[in-house]
C-alpha cells in the first residue's frame, strides 16, 4: 500500500465535560421529594414551579436552592449530593464535572453540619465519581451581596486545612457588591493557589464582567451572558473561559434574548457548557448541547464549545 493510500484516523473528541454546576442546586429532585417529606417539610411553590419549567426572577430561585441546602445536614447527604451530579453528567454523556458549593452556607451560616463531615462527604462522592470513570474538582463559592467580609470568613474557614479537590474560588448570588471590592479577597484566595472565578453578568449588569476581569483579577467567567461588544473582544483577547448553561439563562434572565452564544462565539470568547442547578432548573449536558444548536450552532461551532470545556476545565487540570 503506498503512503497516500494509508487511512486517516481522525482524532478523537475531547472529553466531554460540564463546566459549571452547583452541589447544593444538583440534587436528585426524586431525593430531594423522599426527604423532605421524612422531614414533614412542604416543597417550596417556587421549587415546584422551576421543576415544571416555569421562570421565575433569581429571588424566587434562591428560595428554591436554599431549600435544597437545608437538606445537606450529614456526611451521607453530602456523598448522596456529589452522586447526583456524577449519574446526570454520565447521563448527558460527560466525563468530569466542575462542582462549585458554598460549605460556609451549611457550616457556618446554617451550622447544619461539620466542616469535616462536609468534606468527608465531596471526598467519597468524588471517589465513588472517579470509580465510574468522571474526573471532578470542587470550586468554593463566596455570595457577592454578602459583601468581602463574608469572602474572607469563607477563607479563614476553608484554608486551614485545604483538599485537594479543591482547585478554585469563586463569587455568586446577586451581584449586589462591586468585583472591585473583592480584589483583596480574591488575592488572598490567589495566594492560597487558588483559581479566580465569578458570577457575573447574569443578574447584574454587563459592566460587571468587565469589572471582574480588570478590577477583580479573576481568571473564569460564569454566565457573562448581558457583556456588551467592548467586553467580549476583553474576554476573547485575554482567553477569559466563560462557562454557559442555556436552561438557566433561560429561567433566571428570559429578557435576554436572543442568548448571546452565537455572538460570544464568533467574537472568540471561549465558551462552554455547563448545567448550573440541574436539580432546580431540570437539564443536563445533553439537553444544553441540543438548547446551543437551536440557538443556531452549526458541528464545527459545537466542537468549539467541546474543545474549551475540555481545554480549560479545573477538573482535568493538575
Given amino acids: 500500500m503506498g503512503e497516500h493510500n494509508v487511512p ?14 452547583h452541589l447544593e442546586g444538583g440534587l436528585d429532585p426524586a431525593w430531594v421529594r423522599r426527604e423532605s417529606g421524612r422531614r414533614g417539610l412542604a416543597l417550596p411553590a417556587t421549587l415546584e414551579a422551576l421543576w415544571s419549567g416555569r421562570s421565575l ?24 449530593a456529589v452522586l447526583a451530579v456524577a449519574h446526570r453528567t454520565l447521563a448527558g454523556g460527560g466525563t468530569g464535572f466542575d462542582l462549585w458549593t458554598s460549605p460556609h452556607f451549611l457550616v457556618v451560616h446554617r451550622g447544619q453540619l461539620s466542616l469535616g463531615d462536609f468534606w468527608d462527604g465531596v471526598a467519597a462522592g468524588l471517589s465513588e465519581a472517579e470509580a465510574l470513570g468522571l ?34 474560588f469563586s463569587t455568586g448570588g446577586l451581584e449586589g457588591c462591586p468585583f472591585r471590592d473583592w480584589a483583596p479577597v480574591f488575592n488572598r484566595a490567589r495566594a492560597a493557589g487558588l483559581r479566580i472565578a465569578a458570577h457575573a453578568g447574569e443578574n447584574g449588569p454587563g459592566t460587571n464582567v468587565r469589572e471582574a476581569v480588570l478590577d477583580g483579577g479573576v481568571s473564569r467567567i460564569v454566565h457573562g451572558i448581558r457583556a456588551d461588544e467592548a467586553t467580549l473582544e476583553l474576554l476573547a483577547e485575554r482567553r477569559i473561559p466563560v462557562d454557559i448553561c442555556p436552561s438557566s439563562n433561560r429561567a433566571l434572565a428570559a429578557e435576554v434574548d436572543p442568548h448571546p452564544l452565537p455572538r460570544m462565539l464568533r467574537a472568540g470568547v471561549r465558551c462552554a457548557l455547563g448545567t448550573d442547578d440541574p436539580g432546580v432548573i431540570p437539564c443536563d449536558l445533553e439537553t444544553e448541547a441540543r438548547a446551543a444548536r437551536h440557538m443556531g450552532l452549526d458541528e464545527a461551532a459545537m466542537a468549539r464549545l467541546r474543545r474549551n470545556g475540555a481545554e480549560d476545565a479545573w477538573c482535568l487540570s493538575d
Fill in 8 to 21: 486517516v484516523m481522525p482524532a478523537p473528541a475531547p472529553p466531554l465535560i460540564d463546566r459549571h454546576t
Fill in 57 to 80: 426572577p433569581f429571588e424566587g430561585f434562591i428560595e428554591a436552592f436554599l431549600f435544597g441546602a437545608a437538606l445537606l445536614d450529614s456526611r451521607e447527604a453530602v456523598r448522596e
Fill in 135 to 168: 474526573r471532578g474538582c470542587v470550586v468554593v463559592d463566596a455570595v457577592n451581596h454578602f459583601g468581602p467580609k463574608h469572602g474572607h470568613a469563607v477563607l479563614d474557614l476553608i484554608l486551614p486545612a485545604l483538599p485537594p479537590f479543591v482547585r478554585g
